[in-house]
C-alpha cells in the first residue's frame, strides 16, 4: 500500500539551511538524538503548514474564477485579479489603485481607472476604506472564506 504525502519535507529542510549543522552538533555530542528530533519534528510540522497554506490558496483562487466565470473580464484585467490572489489578502499593501494598475498593465490612467471601476462595478474588486483621489481596491477576501 502506497502512503500519500501531502507536503514536502525537503523543501521544507532546504529552506531551513541548517539541517547539516545540527546533525553535526548532534553527531559530535554523546549521540543524544533528542535535540535532532525535536527540529525534524518541527519541519516536518512547518511543511504541513505551508502545504496547508497552499491548498488554502489554491482553493481561495479557484472560488473566486468559479464565482466570475461568467463575467466578462479581459485578458488586463484577468492578470491584475490573479496577481491580487496570488498575493493573498496581505500581499498588496493598500490594495491595487490607478498607479499600480497602470504599472501592472501598462495602460493609461483612463483605462485604467475605467477597467477598476468595472471590476468593482461586477464585484471581482472592493474599495477600501479610503476614497476620493486615494481610492484603492481590494479582492472582497471574506466573501472567499478568507477571514480578515
Known sequence: MRRLRLFSLSAQIQRQRSYYKILERTQRGDLDVTSWLVWFLSQVENAA???HALVARTLCKARFWLRFQAADINERQ??????LLDAGPEGFVG???NR?????TRTSRAT???ELADLVDKGCLAPTAK??????????WADLGVPS
Do not use: D, F, H
Open 49 to 51: 503548514a505551508c502545504s
Open 78 to 83: 484577468r492578470k491584475v485579479l490573479n496577481r
Open 131 to 140: 476614497g476620493g483621489r486615494s481610492s484603492a481596491y481590494e479582492i472582497p
Open 95 to 97: 490594495g491595487i489603485n
Open 112 to 114: 485604467a481607472w475605467r
Open 100 to 104: 499600480k494598475y497602470m504599472g501592472l
